[in-house]
C-alpha cells in the first residue's frame, strides 16, 4: 500500500507591537537582537528557508527550503512582522507555498489560521466568525490563493468553530488524538465506536459531519512522535528522526497511509538548535530512498478521501488535559518554572475582558450604525483595511460600507470605532492566559490591548469604562506581592503605555531637538508636519519653539500642536506640548522665550514654557523606547569617548605588567581586569564593525585577549561581525569574478574560524551555494587564481565542491 509522510509546523509568534504604535519595540531580553521576532527569525524561521543537508564528512552537500516540503502555517500578525522586518524570508515562505504546488498535485503547503491566535471555544459566534474570516483574507491577500485548511489556535475546538469553517469554505483542520471521541464507517447504518483517550488511527482522514448537513474533513496527528519531536530530542539526529517517522506505518493497514505529525515550528531551530537541520535530513533521506511519498494534506485528500467518520470531544486543545481550562481557570497546566504559584487569576482576566467585549458591543452597533450601513459586516471586512492602510484603500473601504459620503470627522469615528473592536479581538491572544503569571509579558501584552480599546471607547462615548474595567481587573490577583493585582498591573503597565496626540508631539519635538526639524517626519504610525520652528543655541543650551500638525495613520485623527523644548545640557530636558490655539500666543511665546534664553537666563526661559503650556511637562523618559535609547546613546557618546581614552591609556600604559601577570599566572587586581576587558571588547568591536576588516588588527587584539584571559563579549561581537561579513558577501554576490574580493573574503572567513567563539555563516553559506550553482560551473577552469580562492574559502565554510581530481588547486 502506498505511504505518505507529512510534517505539519505551526510558525507563531505572541503579537508584541505595541498597541498605540503599532510596532515591536526595544526588548532588552532578545540581545543582541532588537526583540524575540528578530532572534527567532534568526535562530528558525530564516534557517527553515535555507536548511543544510550534510554529507558523511559533515560538509554541506545541499541547501534547501523546508516549507516547500512541509504542511505549515504562519500566525498572520507574525507574516505581517515579517513582511516589513525580515523580507528575504517573508519572500522565501511565499516562494515555498508555490513550490509545494508544484510538487504536490497543485496543492500548496501553507494553511490559514485564525486570524490573532484566539481560543475559539471561548469566544462568541460572532468573533469566531471574524477571526476565521480574518485569517482567510489574510492568506489570500500574501498567497494569492484560498487556502484549504485552516489552523485552529491550540487546536482548540468545538462543534460551532467547526461549523464557522465549513461555512467560509475550510475543506479541513488538524486536531490532536486525544480530540476524537467516535468513529464509525461512512455509513449512516454503521455504528460508533468510542475513541477517547487518543486511540484513533492517525494514518486515515476523517470526515466530520455537522449540525448544519455540512461536513469538514480532520486529520488527528500521530501524537507519541509528535511528542518525540518537542520534548524528547528526537531532532538530534535527522535519520533517526526519519526512521521513527517510518516506525508509524504498519504492513497491517489496507489504505495508504498518512504519518503526520504536528508541532510549533519553533521547535525545528529556535527550541533544538540545528532542529531545521534535521528536518531537511530526515525529508530528503525519507524521498531519496523511496522509503514513503513526502505529500501535504491537500494531495492526501485528494488521493485518499475519507472512508470515516469521526465526532470531536468539543472544547478541548491540544495544549491542556483539561479541556480549555489552561485558558479560563486555574486548572493546573502551566509552564512549570514556579511550584508555589497559581494561575487563579486567569479566570476573572477572562471575565474583565469578556465584560469589556460585551459592553462595547451595543454602543458599537449604535453608533457605527450611523455611519455604516452594516456595522458588524465593516468590522468582518476591516482586515482589508489593517493588511493596506493606504489612503486610497482606506477611502474605497469608506465608500463600500458608509451610509453616505462621510465628512472627516465622521471618518474619524467610522475607524475608530472599528479601531475599538480590533484591539477587542486582539485582547484575547491566547498567550495572555498561557503562562504562569499575571505579570507576564504576554498577559501584560493583552491587558494592553484591552486598554486600548477602552481608550478608545471613552473617547467615542464619554463615559467612564476604564474604572470599571480596573474594578474587575481587580479581582485577578498576581503570584507576586509587590504587584498584589490587575489593578496594579493596570496603573503600572497599560496607563503608562498609553499615547495620544500630544505625546507623539513631544516626541516629535524632544528627538528633533537632537537630529533637526524635518517638515515632514513618520513617527510609527503617526505622521507630522513642521508648519514653524525657531532654534537657539547658547552653549551647550538649547531652545526649540515650534508648531506642527500630528495625524494618526490608523484613524485619520489630527492636531494642530504648538512645542517648547529647553536642554540644559546631557539628559537635562523640559518639554511642553499643548494644542495649538492662536498664532498670537505662539508669537508671544516665541518673543518672550527667545529673548529670556539670549540672556542665558534658563530659569525665566523654563517659567515661560511652564505658564504657556499649562504646566505639561515631558522629558527624555516621555520618549518612545528605541528613540529614547538612541537619544540616550548620542548624549553619552561624547562621555563613553572620554571613558573609552582614559580606560585605553591606562590599559596600554599597565599592557607590560598585565602581560608579566598572565605569564606568572597571577590572578589580575579586578580594576585592571575590568580595564582589559572594557578595553579589548571595545577595540575587538571598533575592528569588527571597521568598513575595511583589519585582520592584523584582529589577530592582534584576540591574542592580547587570549593572553590575559580577558572575558569576551562573545554575542555582541558574534553579532558585530555577522554583519559585517554579511555587508561583504553581498559585494561578492554583486561581483563573484572579483579576484581580490573573492581573497580578501577567504583571508577573513580563515580569521572566523580562528576566533574563540562561533559566528552563524548562514547567509555567507547561501550565497556561496548560490555561487557554486551558478558561478562555478563558469569560471572553474579559469587560470587567474580565483578558482584557488574560492575552493578555499568553500572548504573553510564547511561547503562541498565537486571537483575532479584532476583539476584540484593548489591549496592556497
Not at 530512498?289 to 478521501?305: Q, V
Not at 476591516?382 to 469608506?398: G, K, M, Q, T
Not at 516621555?622 to 535609547?629: T, V
Request: aromatic share 10%; with cysteine; net charge negative.
Amino acid at each position: 500500500m502506498d505511504r505518505f509522510v507529512c510534517i505539519h509546523c505551526h510558525f507563531y509568534q505572541p503579537p508584541r507591537e505595541n498597541p498605540w504604535l503599532e510596532a515591536v519595540e526595544l526588548q532588552d531580553s532578545a540581545y543582541p537582537y532588537h526583540d524575540w521576532n528578530e532572534r527567532i527569525t534568526a535562530e528558525c524561521y530564516a534557517p527553515n528557508s535555507a536548511s543544510r543537508i550534510l554529507d558523511g564528512s559533515g560538509r554541506i552537500v545541499k541547501i534547501t527550503n523546508n516549507y516547500a516540503r512541509i504542511s505549515f502555517n504562519f500566525g498572520p500578525t507574525l507574516l505581517s512582522w515579517m513582511e516589513d522586518h525580515a523580507p528575504g524570508t517573508y519572500q522565501a515562505v511565499l516562494d515555498a507555498d508555490a513550490l509545494s504546488q508544484e510538487s504536490f498535485s497543485g496543492h500548496g503547503s501553507a494553511l490559514a489560521q485564525a486570524y490573532n491566535h484566539m481560543i475559539l471555544p471561548l469566544a462568541t459566534r460572532r468573533d469566531k466568525y471574524t477571526q476565521a474570516l480574518w485569517g482567510i483574507r489574510d492568506f489570500q491577500r500574501r498567497f494569492r490563493r484560498a487556502p484549504e485548511g485552516m489552523w485552529l489556535p491550540e487546536t482548540a475546538v468545538d462543534v460551532e468553530t467547526l461549523e464557522v469553517l465549513a461555512d467560509l469554505g475550510i475543506a479541513f483542520t488538524i486536531l490532536a488524538p486525544h480530540q476524537a471521541g467516535h468513529v464509525r464507517r461512512h455509513a449512516r447504518t454503521a455504528q460508533w465506536h468510542n475513541i477517547e483517550g487518543g486511540k484513533v488511527d492517525p494514518t486515515r482522514a476523517y470526515l466530520c459531519p455537522l449540525p448544519s448537513g455540512r461536513s469538514i474533513t480532520l486529520f488527528f496527528y500521530d501524537g507519541p512522535i509528535s511528542r518525540a519531536v518537542a520534548f524528547e530530542h528526537l531532532l538530534g539526529n535527522g535519520e533517526t528522526f526519519a526512521n521513527r517517522l517510518l516506525s508509524g506505518f504498519s504492513e497491517h493497514r489496507k489504505w495508504p497511509q498518512l504519518m503526520h505529525i504536528a508541532t510549533d515550528g519553533e521547535t525545528y531551530g529556535h527550541h533544538h538548535p540545528r532542529g531545521d537541520m534535521a528536518l531537511a535530513y530526515a525529508l530528503d533521506y525519507i524521498d531519496s530512498n523511496k522509503l514513503a511519498r513526502i505529500t501535504n494534506y491537500g494531495e492526501y485528500l485528494e488521493k485518499a478521501p475519507p472512508t470515516h467518520e469521526v465526532q470531536i470531544i468539543p472544547n478541548t486543545a491540544w495544549s491542556c488535559a483539561h479541556g480549555v481550562g489552561r485558558w479560563s481557570s486555574d486548572c493546573g497546566c502551566n509552564s512549570g518554572g514556579h511550584a508555589a504559584w497559581n494561575q487563579q487569576w486567569r479566570g476573572p482576566l477572562r471575565s474583565a475582558l469578556d465584560w469589556l467585549r460585551d459592553d462595547l458591543a451595543q454602543p458599537f452597533q449604535q453608533s457605527a450604525g450611523e455611519l455604516l450601513q452594516d456595522p458588524w459586516g465593516a468590522r468582518d471586512d476591516y482586515i482589508r483595511v489593517v493588511l493596506d492602510r493606504s489612503p486610497e484603500n482606506v477611502d474605497a473601504f469608506l465608500a463600500r460600507h458608509a451610509l453616505r459620503q462621510l465628512t472627516p470627522d465622521e471618518q474619524v469615528r467610522a475607524l475608530e470605532l472599528l479601531e475599538m473592536q480590533r484591539h477587542a479581538l486582539l485582547m484575547y491572544t491566547s498567550c495572555g492566559w498561557f503562562f504562569d503569571e499575571l505579570t507576564g509579558i504576554e498577559t501584560v501584552q493583552v491587558i494592553q490591548y484591552a486598554g486600548r480599546a477602552v481608550q478608545l471607547a471613552e473617547k467615542l462615548f464619554g463615559d467612564h469604562r476604564q474604572q470599571q474595567f480596573i474594578e474587575r481587573l481587580r479581582l485577578a490577583r498576581s503570584n507576586l506581592p509587590e504587584f498584589d493585582n490587575g489593578e496594579q498591573v493596570y496603573r503600572r503597565f497599560v496607563r503608562p503605555a498609553v499615547v495620544d496626540l500630544l505625546d507623539v508631539g513631544a516626541h516629535y519635538a524632544i528627538s528633533s531637538l537632537f537630529d533637526g526639524f524635518h517638515e515632514q517626519t513618520s513617527i510609527y504610525c503617526y505622521s507630522v508636519d513642521l508648519l514653524d520652528s525657531h532654534l537657539q543655541e547658547s552653549g551647550r543650551a538649547r531652545l526649540a519653539i515650534g508648531r506642527a500638525r500630528i495625524a494618526s495613520q490608523i484613524t485619520r485623527q489630527q492636531m494642530p500642536v504648538g512645542f517648547g523644548v529647553l536642554h540644559f545640557g546631557d539628559h537635562n530636558l523640559s518639554a511642553g506640548v499643548r494644542r495649538f490655539r492662536s498664532e498670537e500666543q505662539y508669537v508671544t511665546l516665541a518673543a518672550d522665550a527667545g529673548r529670556a534664553f539670549g540672556r542665558a537666563d534658563l530659569p525665566e526661559t523654563l517659567r515661560f514654557l511652564d505658564r504657556h503650556f499649562a504646566g505639561t511637562a515631558y522629558s527624555l523618559k516621555s520618549l518612545f523606547r528605541d528613540e529614547q535609547r538612541r537619544i540616550i546613546s548620542l548624549i553619552l557618546d561624547s562621555l563613553l569617548g572620554e571613558a573609552e581614552a582614559s580606560y585605553s591609556q591606562l590599559y596600554e600604559h599597565h599592557s607590560p605588567l598585565l602581560r608579566f601577570f598572565s605569564e606568572l599566572h597571577v590572578p589580575l587586581p579586578k580594576v585592571l581586569r575590568l580595564t582589559a576587558e572594557f578595553v579589548l571588547n571595545s577595540e575587538l568591536r571598533h575592528a569588527l564593525e571597521a568598513p575595511a576588516l583589519d585582520l592584523e588588527r584582529i589577530r592582534a587584539l584576540l591574542h592580547s585577549a587570549a593572553g590575559e584571559q580577558v572575558i569576551l563579549d562573545a554575542a555582541g561581537l558574534e553579532y558585530s561581525l555577522r554583519r559585517r561579513l554579511n555587508q561583504m558577501v553581498d559585494e561578492l554576490a554583486a561581483d563573484p569574478g572579483n579576484l581580490a574580493l573573492m581573497a580578501g573574503f577567504d583571508a577573513a572567513i580563515a580569521l572566523v574560524r580562528s576566533l574563540p567563539f562561533e559566528v552563524d555563516l548562514w547567509k555567507v553559506q547561501n550565497v556561496y551555494y548560490h555561487l557554486l550553482q551558478t558561478v562555478f560551473p563558469e569560471r572553474q577552469h579559469a587560470a587567474d587564481g580565483w578558482l584557488q580562492y574560492f575552493v578555499s574559502l568553500g572548504e573553510r565554510l564547511g561547503m562541498h565542491v565537486p571537483i575532479p581530481a584532476s583539476e584540484q588547486p593548489t591549496a592556497a
